[in-house]
């Protein structure tokens, strides 16, 4: 069974400092991994989508690597901004999926930015 | 630019009432999902549809039936409500299932407490 972590679960930076956030997975038959961010009382906004079969995605100040064989992403953030305080979370959908598109996800890591 | 819309956005129920969440989205998906999210557990999946007439069971169905007469339309419904199931539940949308570039799209959740 696939499992999700990510680490740490809550981080607290200033305002233009550059972080990481980091994501394991278990299994790396995978068919994507998905960043997403969820701002209090709403739904995920998806962020950056990476194939099985890249390395990495950009956009904007973020850039999501991967590294499937040994089960990690990493989401980074450049130059962070009060904005960007919300909570992130990877999901990865497994190869061994039949229909369906069952994404498993981590717990997330709450992201404070401090003017 | 509506997306995935649902509704309602809060609801309490008494033990063993029964309720439907609706979840409308407006991109032509073929595939829509139901999640829970709970506090130290992530979000699971409860049930999914990988088109119009067709439903499957996911992570955590007990409890819980769906429907999707239509394609823009994804029912959930609680037959007898359990303190258990006290959650936030997030509907998410996809153009496919299983393309490698096929990313979800969620609505803003339905806050749902049973007492």
């Known amino acids: 069974k696939q499992e999700v972590t990510q680490i740490p679960a809550a981080l607290s930076v200033p305002e233009g400092e550059n972080l990481v956030l980091n994501c394991s997975f278990t299994?790396?038959?995978?068919?994507?991994l998905q960043w997403f961010r969820q701002d209090p009382g709403k739904g995920l906004t998806s962020l950056l989508l990476i194939q099985s079969s890249q390395r990495e995605q950009t956009s904007g100040r973020l850039n999501a690597s991967l590294d499937k064989s040994s089960g990690r992403s990493t989401l980074y953030i450049a130059a962070s901004q009060p904005g960007d305080s919300a909570t992130y979370l990877c999901a990865v959908r497994g190869r061994a999926e039949t229909s369906g598109s069952r994404l498993t996800f981590g717990e997330g890591t709450q992201l404070t930015v401090n003017p | 630019n509506a997306g995935v819309t649902q509704t309602p956005k809060f609801r309490v129920l008494k033990t063993g009432q029964s309720m439907t969440l609706l979840c409308a989205q407006d991109m032509n998906h073929e595939y829509m999902y139901w999640y829970r999210q709970d506090p130290g557990m992530g979000l699971r999946l409860i049930h999914y549809?990988?088109?119009?007439?067709?439903?499957a069971k996911g992570e955590v169905p007990d409890g819980y039936n769906v429907s999707r007469l239509k394609k823009q339309n994804f029912l959930l419904g609680l037959e007898s409500a359990a303190p258990s199931q006290t959650s936030v539940y997030f509907c998410?949308?996809?153009?496919?299932?299983?393309?490698?570039?096929?990313?979800?799209?969620f609505g803003n959740g339905t806050r749902l407490t049973v007492t």
């Open positions: 299994d790396s038959a995978i068919y994507n």
């Open positions: 998410a949308s996809s153009r496919t299932g299983s393309s490698y570039n096929s990313p979800l799209h």
């Open positions: 549809s990988v088109g119009e007439g067709t439903t």
